[in-house]
């Protein structure tokens, strides 16, 4: 095997290290060597993509929005009491079912 010679030239990742080499500052940080578009060709880029970069949103993505901002903004329905009346009728055995009601809510929930 070979011994491992003590290099100086070691990058500054190994502790204890001598860096030989100078330390550059990025140029990228300094915001005056940014190479901006002339403005002609910035119209010509606004021209090309303007078609492009239009989004649109469907009609009922839109009233989806609509209609769970309404339900959003509105009080919240409190149905405990009728639950609980209904409840109970079912429990002494005096609740009755209005089989026509029943049968048009089956219905029109069907067409």
């Known amino acids: 095997m070979s011994k491992i010679s003590p290099n100086t030239n070691r990058s500054s990742f190994?502790?204890?290290?001598?860096?030989?080499?100078?330390?550059?500052?990025?140029?990228?940080?300094?915001?005056?060597y940014i190479q901006r578009n002339a403005p002609s060709r910035m119209k010509e880029l606004e021209s090309t993509t303007s078609g492009h970069a239009k989004v649109e949103i469907p009609a009922a993505v839109k009233d989806f929005a609509r209609i769970k901002k309404a339900v959003d903004q509105a009080p919240p329905i409190d149905n405990?009491?009728?639950?609980?009346?209904?409840?109970?009728?079912?429990?002494?055995?005096?609740?009755?079912?209005?089989?026509?009601?029943?049968?048009?809510?089956?219905?029109?929930?069907?067409?």
């Open 14 to 32: 190994f502790p204890k290290s001598k860096d030989t080499q100078p330390k550059v500052k990025s140029s990228a940080l300094n915001p005056s």
């Open 80 to 111: 405990s009491d009728k639950v609980a009346r209904i409840k109970a009728q079912v429990q002494a055995g005096t609740y009755n079912v209005d089989y026509d009601a029943l049968a048009e809510k089956i219905l029109s929930s069907e067409f």
